[in-house]
């Protein structure tokens, strides 16, 4: 079993920061494709950015609506992932999920394996 805790989320001006974790424990975060995904209320998640495994590369996918704004990155001594979060909109508060798929890398939220309890991120306009 994996499990994932993230923490940093809050409550942020726009155009601030924030930085997301997501700690890990049963699997190393290199082993697996690592991902933060997005759900605002009354919409469906959606992927945020991605980061495959250390075998499959170790690239980086980002959704369209935050590229240049946000960027994932893995501490493998410390088997984190972060997310982070620069230029903040309005548009991005919505609970950010961690998540970890092993096998095929995978965009979809739904090929996720396992899950993190979410932390909500609130940007203030």
């Known amino acids: 079993q994996v499990q994932l805790v993230e923490s940093g989320g809050g409550l942020v001006q726009a155009g601030g920061s924030l930085r997301l974790s997501c700690a890990a424990s049963g699997r190393t975060v290199s082993s697996a494709h690592m991902g933060w995904f997005r759900q605002a209320p009354g919409k469906e998640r959606e992927r945020v950015a991605t980061?495959?495994?250390?075998?499959?590369?170790?690239?980086?996918y980002y959704a369209d609506s935050v590229k240049g704004r946000f960027t994932i990155s893995r501490d493998n001594a410390k088997n984190t992932v972060y997310l982070q979060m620069n230029s903040l909109k309005p548009e991005d508060t919505a609970v950010y999920y961690c998540?970890?798929?092993?096998?095929?890398?995978?965009?979809?939220?739904?090929?996720?394996?396992?899950w993190g309890q979410g932390t909500q991120v609130t940007v203030s306009s």
């Open positions: 998540a970890a798929k092993i096998g095929a890398y995978s965009r979809s939220y739904h090929d996720y394996d396992y």
């Open positions: 980061i495959t495994s250390s075998w499959s590369g170790s690239s980086i």
